[in-house]
């Protein structure tokens, strides 16, 4: 009989269970919060809320006949980003718990990050469920969204259900599956559900839905790190 290499014994071990409050803090950094807990995080909400419509007008907007406007504004967001940068950033003093949750800085549910289209992701336990509209600045073919973002939602989608069912890993596969091309400017559902648990190994699987049709599904393997 051949032995199991280190590598793969050491992922199948059992990893010690993660205790219930962990596991309840862990969802509430991916749950939405309507309730920014002070007066500094709501504006940065508006702002990322703001430059998201920045973002969206840049991409769009038609450049004919427009230059000395847009040589304008980009006078004027490139004096807003020095007066921005010129603040304290988050890494400059001891971050909060909730300066730290995915649902302040991540790309995809993050409402202080302004790339993120937002999505909002709900779920107790393995089985989670999302959605999200992507606009123009996640365009891929014409009208479409980029492949790499379609599997990169399904990431984070994938990660908050392992997470949610205490694998708490990180990713080592994903596949993804274009069913039918992701349209830009409508209502993406998704849905992800840990589907078998090994030692620190979990595996995923997710599909999303376009007004009820299946346009892509994934699979992923999640480990969670040894401990040190």
């Not at 409402?111 to 999302?130: C, E, F, K």
């Not at 399904?154 to 890993?169: H, I, N, T």
Request: charged fraction near 25%; proline fraction near 7%.
């Amino acid at each position: 009989m051949t032995a199991a290499a280190p590598e793969a014994a050491d992922a199948a071990a059992e990893p010690p269970p993660v205790p219930a409050d962990v596991l309840r803090e862990l969802r509430l950094t991916w749950t939405p919060r309507p309730d920014p807990d002070s007066a500094g995080r709501a504006a940065r909400h508006r702002l990322a809320e703001a430059t998201r419509r920045l973002i969206e007008a840049v991409k769009t907007v038609d450049p004919h006949d427009a230059e000395a406007m847009l040589e304008s504004v980009a006078d004027d967001v490139s004096d807003l980003a020095d007066r921005i940068a010129s603040l304290t950033r988050v890494g400059e003093r001891t971050p909060t718990s909730r300066d730290l949750a995915l649902h302040e800085r991540s790309p995809f549910i993050g409402a202080a990050n302004p790339i993120a289209p937002p999505m909002s992701i709900t779920g107790d336990g393995p089985l989670v469920r999302a959605h999200a509209t992507f606009g123009a600045a996640f365009e891929g073919p014409y009208g479409r969204v980029h492949g790499g973002i379609v599997a990169a939602a399904f990431d984070e989608v994938m990660g908050c259900a392992q997470s949610g069912a205490g694998a708490l890993g990180m990713t080592v596969s994903l596949t993804v599956r274009m069913r039918r091309a992701t349209p830009l400017y409508t209502r993406i559902d998704y849905e992800a559900g840990v589907t078998r648990v090994e030692g620190r190994k979990a595996w995923v699987t997710a599909r999303s839905y376009a007004d009820g049709e299946l346009v892509a599904d994934a699979e992923a393997l999640f480990i969670r790190a040894a401990r040190a």
